[in-house]
């Protein structure tokens, strides 16, 4: 079974620019969520989905960032326009829903943004 | 509010000696705990968790942890070791609270195992 896909692995992009990220979940799983892991830091949540809703988008800069979950699959987040600051690894997980004691969050690779 | 604490952010071991990483947590309510291992390049991947029942947790590549509520503390061990075990690892922390269930990060510790 395929875990969680992300893409693309890598990006660099001029300040300014637009960029948007996609994440495939592992199927069956209602729960996603991005996180930005800075260089030498653990991941932060920016938004946390349950199916096509966000339930905890507290930490997302909403001036610039975006994301979207249509269906309740797939998910896309972006960014407009990126800022130097904006340089760090994207992280996608889905789980099973979160308010289940048992749960397991499973992480893509992620994308690590390179902004110049 | 919730938080993780790991205490130094870089540990050096010798090959088959003791592996002790430390995580200290902050939370209003009863936590789920977890530590993840990141090899470079790589997303994170679950290497135990402690949610309800025994306090000691066996994971995966032979660690094991244990919640101790008096220290508020989660610290991971391995008895021995292995060049493999070189990465970073993080704790984390997720409420039990209903409606607050994301994950919250300790900000890491780089595992270097010297042959």
């Known amino acids: 079974e395929a875990g969680v896909v992300q893409s693309p692995r890598y990006k660099i992009i001029e300040k300014k620019q637009p960029v948007a990220f996609w994440c495939n979940p592992i199927s069956g799983h209602n729960t996603l969520y991005w996180y930005r892991q800075n260089l030498g830091q653990g991941p932060e949540l920016l938004i946390r989905?349950?199916?096509?809703?966000?339930?905890?988008d507290s930490q997302l800069p909403k001036d610039r960032f975006s994301a979207e979950r249509l269906k309740g699959v797939d998910s896309t987040l972006k960014i407009q326009p990126a800022e130097l600051g904006d340089s760090a690894v994207y992280l996608c997980a889905s789980s099973l829903f979160s308010s289940s004691y048992n749960t397991e969050a499973f992480f893509g690779q992620g994308t690590r943004l390179t902004v110049v | 509010a919730q938080s993780v604490t790991q205490l130094g952010s870089h540990v050096s071991v010798s090959e088959g000696a003791l592996v002790l990483l430390r995580c200290n947590y902050s939370?209003?309510?009863?936590?789920?705990l977890f530590w993840y291992v990141q090899y470079p390049n790589q997303g994170l991947q679950l290497l135990l968790k402690y949610t309800t029942g025994a306090t000691l947790v066996k994971g995966i590549n032979g660690f094991e942890a244990e919640f101790k509520k008096s220290e508020t503390s989660f610290h991971l061990t391995k008895p021995s070791a292995h060049m493999s075990d070189a990465a970073e690892y993080f704790c984390?922390?997720?409420?039990?609270?209903?409606?607050?269930?994301?994950?919250?990060f300790g900000t890491g510790t780089r595992l270097t195992i010297i042959p």
């Open positions: 984390a922390v997720r409420s039990t609270n209903f409606g607050n269930e994301k994950l919250t």
């Open positions: 939370s209003s309510v009863p936590p789920y």
């Open positions: 989905y349950e199916n096509e809703e966000a339930v905890d």
